[in-house]
């Protein structure tokens, strides 16, 4: 790491650990700022467990969801198979909870883990999400989808305003819904990024609203493609 180019980088992620992790990798000046918290949806258990009762299959589509199911083992014992999208929320199921989930080899995305249910035969699956997905990722799919919300999103607006103000050479966006939010901070001016990483598709495309900078979506979402896709950014940016 020593030889590579100074940057600063900004982690715009509600995941302590996942932050941690990148200032470790990445070095250089990188700064946290948590934009987004989450608040859990009133009676989410008992909504989960009636629908598993009708659909005995559950996806989980978010490290945030896996967190809030890791302490609910009724849940996920009403569950015959589970379903993860992405590397960082199997990890969670696995580290806190013992469940071992299946994660889609094509992407990490809800629509990628839906077409690998699809083609393991599964007839139906219960969606735990965030509120703020619920429908999204969820078209041309040709089994039953029913979706649950967890959790919400809740907008930290000062510290919004805080990321908006600083200015680095590279923000890594781990959501479409922080990605969006991001890039309306800017438009009041006085900061912003040299280029963006961004993790998935969705997230890809949000970033789109945000001024235009050099853009890359790294092939996973695991923390090293990160890492790697923001330094090879720092380096472009620096090379010209």
């Known amino acids: 790491m020593s030889r590579e180019p100074a ?19 990445l070095g250089g000046s990188t700064f946290w700022i948590p934009v987004m918290g989450f608040r859990e949806v009133e ?6 467990l009636r629908a598993l009762r009708r659909c005995p299959v559950l996806g989980i589509t ?22 993860a999208v992405g590397p960082q929320t199997a990890r969670v199921l696995v580290e806190m909870a013992g469940v071992k989930p299946v994660v889609p080899s094509s992407g990490y995305s809800v629509s990628s883990m839906l077409k690998e249910a699809e083609a393991a035969g599964e007839r139906c699956i219960v969606l735990a999400r965030s509120k703020a997905g619920l429908g999204k990722g969820v078209e041309g799919v040709g089994l039953r989808v029913l979706e649950e919300a967890v959790y919400e999103p ?6 919004l305003e805080e990321a908006a103000r600083l200015k680095v050479d590279v ?5 479409g819904e922080i990605a969006r939010m991001y890039c309306r901070a800017l438009e009041k001016g006085g900061g912003g990024a040299g280029g963006y990483v961004a993790i998935g598709v969705s997230t890809a495309l949000a970033a ?7 853009l890359c979506v790294p092939s996973s979402a695991r923390r090293e493609e990160l890492a790697r896709a ?5 380096r472009l940016l620096k090379s010209g």
């Open 7 to 25: 940057c600063s980088y900004l982690v715009l992620t509600p995941s302590e650990d996942l932050a941690i992790e990148l200032h470790k990798l």
């Open 43 to 48: 009676g989410w258990r008992n909504s989960l």
């Open 62 to 83: 978010s490290p945030r969801g896996a967190e809030l199911l890791a302490r609910a083992p009724e849940v996920l014992e009403a569950a015959e198979r589970v379903y």
């Open 154 to 159: 809740v907008i930290r607006r000062e510290m």
């Open 171 to 175: 923000a890594i966006l781990t959501s």
């Open 208 to 214: 789109s609203s945000c001024p235009p900078r050099p």
């Open 230 to 234: 923001a330094l090879a950014l720092c």
